[in-house]
């Protein structure tokens, strides 16, 4: 005969409430740190900074966005910012497959190569972004001393309107690619090697099997890389502020160092909020398009 065990439902519903528990400081800290702030901030891009009769801020409507569509600073920045987000996300996606593939692959010295290439993520983008400031500085560079050592010009880089939003680029990239690495190297230690096995014994060739069975396996953790990233390069800041400043010529400025302009240097907070409303909304809109094509298929 067989004894069932009875579990009472006030047990039931403990174990139902209990893992919410565990996630509630988590939550209240997402809810002040992050909601909060972007309620806030929303806010306030519909309010100047001068006082209205009853001593309050000053209700405006949407001026704040008109002052914005009106300027040209504005319209270079989002173009700087989307540029740069078109450039970067497939790169470093791209690059990153590419290492990870190459990381995953049982050869010897593998697992020194996978230590060598984390280096960048164990290093906080201001220490990167100086260092590597550094190694492009136009008259004491690394990289200017070596394009002399090879007999080529030597090129301004951060100095120049044309070359300097490549170089954050570049600077980006070296310090984004190891990092999104460790994601792909985990989706693809996750696919099981008897798949390769099948369709190696049906004739399948490496490229077939990447693209047949790596790739869309890898669709998930694709479109979390890409997600995650166009969020990370949307809001842009450190490189900019410590390197360029927006600069030269406006080149290298961007929604959210123009944001921090305008709300801490210059003490116009609306116009800022608005500014991180229109970023928040551009973002928003990409990834909603992200998350459409990336989909998983039925």
């Not at 800290?29 to 309010?47: D, M, W």
């Not at 002052?67 to 319209?75: G, S, T, Y």
């Not at 070596?146 to 100095?159: H, I, N």
């Not at 099997?209 to 396996?217: D, E, G």
Request: net charge positive; with cysteine; glycine share 8%.
């Amino acid at each position: 005969m067989v004894h069932r065990t009875q579990v009472s439902p006030q047990r039931v519903r403990r174990t139902q409430v209990t893992p919410y528990l565990f996630l509630l400081p988590a939550l209240v800290l997402l809810i002040i740190f992050r909601y909060i702030p972007i309620i806030s901030g929303l806010r306030e891009s519909f309010y100047s900074n001068g006082l209205s009769l009853n001593g309050g801020q000053q209700f405006v409507g949407l001026a704040n966005f008109a002052r914005l569509f009106r300027e040209e600073v504005f319209a270079r920045a989002l173009t700087n910012t989307v540029l740069f987000s078109i450039v970067v996300n497939p790169l470093q996606t791209g690059l990153a497959l590419l290492l990870g593939l190459l990381a995953n692959q049982k050869l010897r010295g593998i697992a020194t190569f996978r230590t060598i290439y984390l280096i960048p993520v164990a290093l906080s983008m201001t220490v990167t972004a100086l260092s590597l400031g550094l190694a492009f500085d136009r008259n004491y560079g690394m990289v200017n001393g070596l394009l002399a050592t090879l007999g080529l010009p030597q090129q301004p880089f951060l100095g120049s309107p044309n070359q300097a939003l490549w170089t954050i680029v570049a600077i980006v990239t070296w310090v984004g690619v190891p990092y999104w690495t460790i994601f792909f190297l985990a989706g693809l230690q996750n696919i099981s090697a008897q798949l390769y096995e099948a369709a190696q014994i049906d004739g399948a060739t490496k490229l077939q099997c990447f693209w047949h069975i790596t790739l869309p396996l890898l669709r998930r953790t694709t479109a979390f890389v890409l997600i995650t990233d166009t969020i990370i390069n949307f809001s842009l800041f450190a490189p900019i502020q410590l390197l360029t400043r927006g600069g030269p010529e406006l080149s290298t400025t961007m929604v959210m160092y123009e944001a921090y302009r305008r709300g801490f240097v210059y003490g116009d907070l609306g116009v800022a909020a608005a500014l991180a409303t229109c970023l928040l909304l551009v973002v928003l809109a990409i990834v909603m398009l992200q998350l459409f094509l990336l989909r998983p298929k039925d």
